[in-house]
Nanobody, 125 residues
């Protein structure tokens, strides 16, 4: 069974920083995409930052220049460094990954989308 384990959320004052971590564990061949989403109360879940299948990085406009996503392939881990946090960044942050769980020459790869349990980030005085 594959799972994503997140850590690093908490309470921080406006202008502060936090670093989130997400590690993929279990049996899988490779990671196709991996990134972070967030969901604020009463709002839809939205992409914050993520690695595409080509290894490119996408950021939502509101976090560009403040957030940085990075990864450690050897540890199957992705990080989100969040600086200059604002109250509007308050949300539950979810790690998401699209994993290759099986592969054969005839059918190609089999993908499995996995979500983490979520970690709360609160930006407030």
């Amino acid at each position: 069974q594959v799972q994503l384990v997140e850590s690093g959320g908490g309470l921080v004052q406006p202008g502060g920083s936090l670093r989130l971590s997400c590690a993929a564990s279990g049996s899988f061949f490779s990671i196709n995409t991996m990134g972070w989403y967030r969901q604020a109360p009463g709002k839809q879940r939205e992409l914050v930052a993520g690695f595409t299948s080509l290894g490119e990085i996408d950021y939502r406009d509101s976090v560009k220049g403040r957030f940085t996503i990075s990864r450690d392939n050897a540890k199957n881990t992705v990080y989100l460094q969040m600086n200059s946090l604002k109250p509007e960044d308050t949300a539950v942050y979810y790690c998401n990954a699209d994993l290759v769980t099986e592969y054969n020459d005839y059918d190609g790869p089999t993908y499995l989308e996995v979500w983490g349990q979520g970690t709360l980030v609160t930006v407030s005085t």
